[in-house]
């Protein structure tokens, strides 16, 4: 989100064992109803799980590692295939290396000369020198564990790639959190979700990361349609992964929350008119809105002011005439209650001290939704920022309460699964206090 002046589907195979369960690393699969008000803007957490649990009870819903080869000599043939796969990941690395700085330069071309992104640039720098500890060790467990599915391929067009991050305990099937991150439409990737996916994954929740194309590489309407085959693959193929594919619930974070809300909205519109879709709302049993800003046409001059430039944020969203559309608020407003009918449960959570996107931009989305007939509801997080509840929060170890009020929703008719969660060990501190303390001040978001 901006700165703080930058401002097909083949069903799974059925579950039988852990082997058959566990898809191939590098897996292909193919990819791929009513309810709503989680009541009043202070209700608690518990009121929201809830009203959750309530309205489901209406009506249910429903690597192979290598094994060691000894070898001989390599014979010619093989030496020629293996120098023809050298060529050919170098020429992949040369192409994507084009690509970026193609791309870098016509984001460059939009930006100018410009004061308040370049301050935002070095403030996000800064920012970002000051929590290398703790990226660095999520970093490692990215890379390096076990429970990290990375770069698993749902579309064909570049960066359908999604992460999975799976709990180690997968002896049933577990709920499912489908994330979109945030990153203002620019700097947006899928790795971001690192420390989340960490945190719930410890907690018996599998999260699916999706990536999509960012700006200049693609404009709100290819991020909006890459992230909705993203959730389509995640409902249509998760159970293959030790998913429960009746607990899928759907979250996006800052740029991330408008674009899933976005592809929820134009679902349920696509759904209520009898298009053909390869994913229900339906299949949605929450919506979980992080930091977002759902009226666009009343961010332009905010984000302008902010550094996110009139006219670069405009092409983004495909000219003036297009915010309407890509406003989920004006798109709520104006639908048939056939459409608000099928949208899940939508709980938004945002900072009273979020200065990229004022937490008015929630609380006006929650009170539309309300006038509509739809279940919504706003939690805000007193003295928080843009980056708090996401970043350092999590960064600074012990209680997680973003953490804790998405598994109070999502176990709220589990009292096994919530029974585990009360017994989980307490996260432990990855950055020192003054680090994070002076990166909150310096933070451009």
Known sequence: MPPRSLARSTAPTPRTSARARRPKANSNLPTAPPRLALAMRTSSVEEAGALLARSDSAGGRRRRSASPVQSASPR?????????????????????????????????????????????????????ILLMPGFIQVGYYYFFSSQVRRSIVYGDQPRNRLDLYIPEDNSRPCPVVAFVTGGAWIIGYKAWGALLGRRLAERGIIVACIDYRNFPQGTIGDMVSDASQGISF???????????????????????????????????????????????VTQIKAYFGLSGGYNIHSLVDHFHERGLYRSLFLSIMEGEESLSRYSPEIVAKTSSAETIGLLPPIVLMHGTEDYSIPSSA??????????????????????????DIFL???????????????????????????????????????????????ARQISPF
């Not at 929650?366 to 003295?383: F, N, P, R, T, W």
């Open 234 to 280: 995640v409902c249509n193929n998760i159970a293959g992964y030790g998913g429960d594919p009746n607990q899928i619930y759907l979250m996006g974070q800052s740029a991330g929350a408008h674009i899933a809300a976005c592809a929820l909205m134009e679902q349920a519109v696509k759904e209520s008119g009898g298009h053909p879709v390869s994913w229900s």
């Open 76 to 128: 010619p043939g093989t030496l020629r295939r293996q120098s023809s796969s050298f060529r050919e990941d170098v020429g992949r690395a040369a192409s994507e290396t084009y690509l970026v700085s193609r791309l870098t330069f016509t984001l460059l071309q939009c930006l100018g000369i410009g004061y308040r992104w370049m301050s935002q640039l070095l403030a996000l720098t800064i920012y970002a």
């Open 362 to 387: 929630s609380q006006t989305f929650v009170d539309i939704l309300q006038q509509a007939g739809a279940q919504a509801k706003l939690l805000l997080y007193e003295g928080k920022t843009h980056t």
């Open 392 to 438: 350092q929060d999590p960064l600074r170890g012990g209680r997680d309460p973003l953490v804790e009020d998405v598994l109070s929703i999502i176990h709220a008719d589990d009292a096994i699964a919530r029974q585990k969660v009360a017994l989980a060990p307490t996260p432990r501190r990855l950055v020192f206090e003054w680090q994070l303390k002076l």
